[in-house]
């Protein structure tokens, strides 16, 4: 991350909200806690009734600020829902009283009712904010403080939302308090509003695995965020589950007398009515969300109102996060074939409007690797019955005559051999084909994910309506898996009701977005082969990181799957910090030495911003997902032996695979972190690992891959890890924490 500026969503410059949460027994609330980088269309109505209930029952007459909030830019009211209920997961896990839980999920809900007032080219900027732009950011977040001290009496929440911008050493100036003396409600606020953040996509940047989330949020841990708070908000597992206490506490306990304490005035806002959506409006949906050809909408606003599937394929961008954006062809790089920017005048979308006459251009626009490519722009001006134009629609098709991924691996999947039970893939092409995706995108450094999910309690489905219903559930869930499926997908039989879904050019957070739609869709759809009973599924999310074979993605997918089943089914869990793709990657380069015997060695010190006992359970996790054997374990030290194969689909099945051993020594140093005037705030914790990585077999030289296979082992545990790169000299303090805690590892070995 290479800037630790306050963001135009929260307090931290990264990306807006959400992660996949499950919600056991809680219909219609599950699709609020989902970021919107997939979706392309606003939610449906019976979300936006749902959304509206819960915001009543919090603020009672105070909802139709919110209600404002919404209307000026929507993804903030979004953003804003969700940070309010994980800071009431916490408050509640944590152990607030009432009244201070009720003053955070207030003042979570308001805190950014300052953007009101704010200009629409900063709330849809793409990029980075400027420091002018930065300061006019925490303006309007002194005016909704002004907008709500003419309107609420409670003390608590206003100063929760007063000091929620302020970093914890006191860096920025115009917060006069600094560590303790913040309220803990706005201390709890800035690490909730910044996780939310950083897990969901926006124009800009792409959402964060949550793995790489914790990881900033440890990093910044002593300088924005409390040390202790962000160990307990990690611990509680906040952005994992809702407990069905909260919803609870939300939908049964709150009511209209208690909420309206908090406000100057008695009344209340009727929840909006949801408007059935016809069948005709669901048609257009699936034509739009399932097209090859990009489409997007525009209003007589210039506005983009529709933003689809294809679209972010094409360009990169997420469709939520342009949405309600004005239009402009720099948004998507877009200009002639000279390569030479368009005027205004010749933008196709403004032509189409002032002239009501379609074309068709060839122009370039640039991909999601900002490289540009050739598109066929078809523009078609909307005019209402009356004669006035009310926007335009833009196709784009991709023209490069060049072979996309998604294309390739379509094709794959066509070609495949299906399962004849379900008509999905079976085992057989799964493996083949993984390989080759795993492959494709690791060379392209293009992101894909993994889906693995289980229908839970199967047996039992066998055992009270017979094997010949038990088949149907499975030809039932495999039908909406490919149902749900994009271009580019493959759905697999892995074997008995286990299922796969691989996902192309997909984050380890839009995956799980989809996995938790698809969790929701099951658990409502009535089976009729067991009396119209309804199953509930379990899923495991996984995105490709730097160092992954098509095994190990697979395990670290099985391992989010039986965690999801440990923690009691009907759930998605997601493991993984996905690739690094931005500047400030937490990967350095590796110090590679000849050793005696012309031995290949690699030696570095790696360091991360993780407790000693966080690091120790990733670790554990590469040892499981890259089926390494424990040799060793003394004290501080452990001793692994991995074989590495070539991920080359074409080898020969007499390859051998080449032995690495691999040595780790771990220690863990506390470093104090200090305000700006010197006074020590707490203590952070990081995690020094020495890793060296040096060939079994000296006849194993010779090979030509030995080396990034070598390589590939570092990257993979540096991405594990998540750690950057220091020189070999370091030498941190060794700590008897360090030995109490490898002991654990001993288990693995049986």
């Known amino acids: ?47 936006t009734s749902c959304e509206n209930h819960l915001v009543e029952v919090r603020l009672g007459i105070a909802s139709s600020l919110f ?68 300061k006019l950011i925490d303006l309007y977040r002194r005016t909704g403080l002004n907008i709500l001290v003419n309107c609420c009496d409670s003390p608590g929440v206003l100063e929760v939302i007063r000091h929620s911008g302020g970093w914890y050493n006191g860096t920025r100036s115009e917060y006069s308090l600094v560590g303790n003396d913040i309220p803990r409600g706005a201390r709890m606020l800035a690490i909730t509003d910044a996780f939310d953040s950083m897990t969901c996509d926006q124009v800009y940047r792409r959402a964060m695995p949550r793995e790489r989330a914790v990881h900033e949020l440890f990093r910044n841990a002593g300088t924005q965020f409390d040390p202790e708070l962000v160990r307990s908000f990690v611990e509680l597992q906040v952005a994992v589950q809702l407990p069905q206490k909260v919803v609870s506490h939300w939908l049964r306990t709150l009511d209209a007398a208690q909420s309206n304490r908090f406000w100057r005035g008695v009344a209340s806002t009727p929840a909006n009515q949801a408007v059935a959506t016809s069948v005709e409006s669901l048609f257009q949906r699936k034509l739009l969300e399932n097209m090859y050809d990009a489409v997007v909408f525009v209003n007589s606003n210039m506005q983009i109102t529709l933003w689809n599937r294809a679209a972010e394929r094409l360009t990169g961008i997420a469709g939520a996060s342009v949405l309600e954006r004005t239009w402009s062809p720099t948004l998507i ?9 368009l005027n205004p005048c010749d933008c196709p979308v403004a032509y189409a409007m002032e002239t009501g006459v379609q074309s068709l251009r060839r122009l370039l626009v640039a991909n999601r690797n ?46 495949a051999t299906t399962d004849p039970l379900t008509e999905v893939a079976n085992r057989d092409v799964f493996d083949r084909a993984h390989q080759s995706f795993v492959k494709a ?14 229908i839970d309690h199967f047996k039992s489905i066998n055992d009270t309506y017979g094997h010949q219903a038990g088949d149907a559930v499975l030809k039932s869930f495999a039908q909406l898996l490919k149902s749900e499926c994009r271009p580019g997908d493959l759905v697999a039989r892995y074997g008995g009701e286990e299922f796969v879904v691989l996902c192309a050019d997909c984050t380890n957070a839009s995956a799980a977005r989809r996995a938790e739609e698809l969790r929701k869709m099951i658990s409502e759809l009535a089976q009729p082969a067991i009396d119209g009973q309804k199953i509930t599924v379990s ?46 990657a937490p990967y350095g380069a590796a110090v590679v030495h000849p050793w005696p015997g012309n031995e290949l060695f690699i030696q570095c010190v790696l360091v991360s ?47 051998r695979p080449v032995p690495f051993l691999v040595e780790m020594s771990l220690a863990e140093k506390y470093v104090p972190s200090t305000s700006v005037d010197g006074r020590i705030t707490g203590q952070v914790a990081r995690t020094y690992v020495k890793v060296s990585v040096r060939l079994k077999r000296a006849r194993d030289r010779k090979n030509a891959n030995v080396s990034a296979q070598a390589n590939a082992i570092l990257a993979g545990i540096r991405s594990y890890l998540m750690a950057t790169t220091e020189t070999p000299t370091t030498q941190p303090v060794k700590t008897r924490r360090t030995i109490n805690l490898l002991g654990p590892w001993l288990n693995l070995r049986h």
């Open 539 to 584: 899923f495991g999310v996984t995105e490709i990181q730097p160092g992954d074979t098509a095994d190990s993605m697979l395990r670290r997918a099985d391992r989010a799957l039986l965690e999801a089943k440990r923690l009691g089914r009907n759930m998605v869990m997601q493991l993984g910090n996905g690739l690094a793709d931005d500047a400030d």
């Open 609 to 655: 911003a993780v407790p000693l006992n966080m690091a120790i359970e990733k670790l554990r996790g590469f040892v499981l997902d890259h089926h390494a054997e424990i040799l060793a374990i003394n004290q501080d030290r452990v001793d692994l032996q991995i074989e590495a194969v070539s991920e080359n689909p074409n080898r020969r099945r007499s390859d």
């Open 441 to 454: 995108h690791l060379d392209r450094n293009v992101p894909c994910s993994t889906i693995i999910c289980d």
């Open 370 to 415: 900002n490289h540009p490519i050739s598109v066929d722009v078809h523009t078609v001006p909307v005019v209402g019955p009356d004669g006035f134009t009310r926007g335009a629609t833009m196709i784009l098709h991709d023209a490069s005559g060049e072979a996309s991924l998604e294309e390739r691996c379509q094709s794959l999947q066509e070609r």
């Open 67 to 134: 209600a404002a909030i919404r209307h000026k830019h929507a993804p903030t009211a979004a953003h804003s829902l969700r940070v309010a209920l994980g800071c009431s997961t916490w408050a509640l896990a944590y152990g607030l009283d009432s009244q201070e839980r009720d003053e955070l999920e207030v003042a979570a809900l308001l805190h950014d009712i300052g953007k009101i007032g704010a200009p629409d080219r900063l709330l849809f900027k793409p990029g980075t904010l400027a420091r002018d732009e930065l």
């Open 1 to 47: 991350m290479a800037q630790h500026t306050p963001m135009q969503g929260g307090s931290f410059e990264l990306v807006p909200p959400a992660a996949s949460v499950s919600l056991p027994k809680a219909p219609n609330l599950g699709l609020l806690l989902q970021g919107p980088g997939v979706v392309e269309n606003p939610p449906s109505p019976a979300v």
């Open 333 to 341: 790089g877009m200009r002639d074939e000279g390569e030479t920017g």
